[in-house]
């Protein structure tokens, strides 16, 4: 029993130094993150503005993350599958990033509304905002979509880049989508309703983590 508790625990340390090695969206890096456009433009069913929570806000109590987000959904009646709702980016130039051999850049995300949404990551190099007020020109890198569950689910995508300098960066963002999954064309629940997603872990959680690792330590004493 004690060899696969260590074995379990080796590899749990693999993990997070794995981990540590992508740079992970801070406080003051999803703070900037204040541009917002619904994806595709051309959608006329944008409801809201985005709206940007620095911790508590009363209409949500604490919220999961330390910096929330909330913005109007794209609503196409024609459709029942996923919905671009919106991209919501910013440009981190003057936080003057810093720091070499990254394999990429991470954040959490929590979803801290009751429907489902997926989000992704990205970073761009290069590229500026464009006429129509999207990011237009250099290269844009963009993580797989994680699925957000109602009412509390979490994901942490990844975008991947190899040696990744972060005095490259110039705009960080992410993508939400809504799934309209098994609903009745003209029975969206949600229709005028707005996603609420935070984004970088609050200290607690990090907190929790090392006590998890605490807890192995005691059963490895125990079966010692």
Do not use: C
């Not at 981190?92 to 997926?118: A, E, H, K, P, R």
Request: proline share 4%; charged share 15%.
């Amino acid at each position: 029993m004690k060899r696969i508790v260590l074995f379990t625990l080796v590899i749990g340390l693999f993990a997070v130094q794995a981990d540590a090695d992508m740079w992970q969206v801070d406080r003051d890096t999803a703070l900037l993150l204040t541009n917002y456009k619904v994806d595709p433009s051309s959608s006329p069913d944008t409801v809201g503005s985005l709206n940007i929570y620095d911790g508590y806000h009363s209409d949500y109590g604490p919220m999961s993350g330390l910096v929330g987000f909330e913005g109007g959904k794209q609503y196409d009646k024609a459709t029942l599958d996923y919905e671009i709702t919106a991209m919501v980016f910013g440009d981190v130039t003057s936080l003057s990033l810093s720091g070499t051999g990254y394999d990429g850049i991470t954040s959490y995300f929590q979803n801290d509304n009751d429907n489902y949404y997926s989000v992704q990551l990205l970073f761009n190099i290069g590229g500026s905002i464009g006429s129509t007020g999207f990011l237009s020109g250099g290269n844009t890198y963009i993580s797989s979509y994680h699925e957000l569950a109602p009412s509390g689910g979490t994901a942490w995508p990844t975008v991947d880049y190899a040696n990744l300098d972060l005095s490259d960066i110039d705009y960080i963002g992410f993508r939400v989508l809504a799934e309209n999954v098994g609903l009745q064309v003209d029975d969206y629940p949600s229709q005028g309703d707005s996603f609420h997603i935070s984004m970088v872990p609050v200290p607690g959680a990090v907190i929790l983590g090392i006590l998890g690792l605490g807890v192995v330590g005691i059963k490895l004493r125990k079966y010692a």
